[in-house]
T-cell receptor, first 115, second 109 residues
Framework: NAGVTQTPKFQVLKTGQSMTLQCAQDMNHEYMSWYRQDPGMGLRLIHYSVGAGITDQGEVPNGYNVSRSTTEDFPLRLLSAAPSQTSVYFC??????????????FGAGSRLTVL | GQNIDQPTEMTATEGAIVQINCTYQTSGFNGLFWYQQHAGEAPTFLSYNVLDGLEEKGRFSSFLSRSKGYSYLLLKELQMKDSASYLCAVADSNYQLIWGAGTKLIIKP
């Protein structure tokens, strides 16, 4: 049982480049989300999805795109990387998006540096 | 606005007890979570409180007072492996999680 798998673990980009962070889960979770984690700040929600074909914006969506064509996969695309997008990115999923006990399972994280 | 406050850093001694506080102001409340995050790793779930009172789970306990907008995580019999950041998060009226910045706990021998 792999849980939530994120790739790549590390990436260095130049300003203006684009890339996709991959996220896959094998727990049949309906809810998937992307967070960024920056020093001194709480996790911030970028985008989320409550099921295949459904996506919505979180707190900090600008500069990022997502799609959810299958239950398992939820890639995050950086359209034109900026230094402000240097961060650690976490993908997380859960089985019960509309309930209080919405326990998230996180991927191992992707550390992105934009020069 | 929505806000979660927790201390930035705490230090404790191996074998002792430490209490990490979390205060919150959110639009609605659908539960409070504590996650543990070791350096360079992903957060992992520790506890969930939705009703007032104390939830005990082994060496870890979590307390909630909804009227005071307050929670704490109590760690007993501290071990070196408990050195980590502890994240407090509140589910708001839309069940979206609002996260605190985390408390870095340093355990000294």
């Amino acid at each position: 049982n792999a849980g939530v798998t994120q790739t790549p673990k590390f990436q260095v980009l130049k300003t203006g480049q684009s890339m996709t962070l991959q996220c896959a889960q094998d727990m049949n979770h309906e809810y998937m989300s992307w967070y960024r984690q920056d020093p001194g700040m709480g996790l911030r929600l970028i985008h989320y999805s409550v099921g295949a074909g459904i996506t919505d914006q979180g707190e900090v969506p600008n500069g990022y795109n997502v799609s959810r064509s299958t239950t398992e996969d939820f890639p995050l695309r950086l359209l034109s990387a900026a230094p402000s997008q240097t961060s650690v990115y976490f993908c997380a999923s859960s089985a019960n998006p509309g309930s209080g006990a919405n326990v998230l399972t996180f991927g191992a994280g992707s550390r992105l540096t934009v020069l | 606005g929505q806000n979660i406050d927790q201390p930035t850093e705490m230090t404790a001694t191996e074998g002792a007890i430490v209490q990490i506080n979390c205060t919150y102001q959110t639009s609605g409340f659908n539960g409070l979570f504590w996650y543990q995050q070791h350096a360079g790793e992903a957060p992992t779930f520790l506890s969930y409180n939705v009703l007032d009172g104390l939830e005990e789970k082994g060496r870890f306990s979590s307390f909630l007072s909804r009227s005071k907008g307050y929670s704490y995580l109590l760690l007993k019999e501290l071990q070196m492996k408990d050195s980590a950041s502890y994240l407090c998060a509140v589910a708001d009226s839309n069940y979206q999680l609002i996260w605190g910045a985390g408390t870095k706990l340093i355990i000294k021998p």
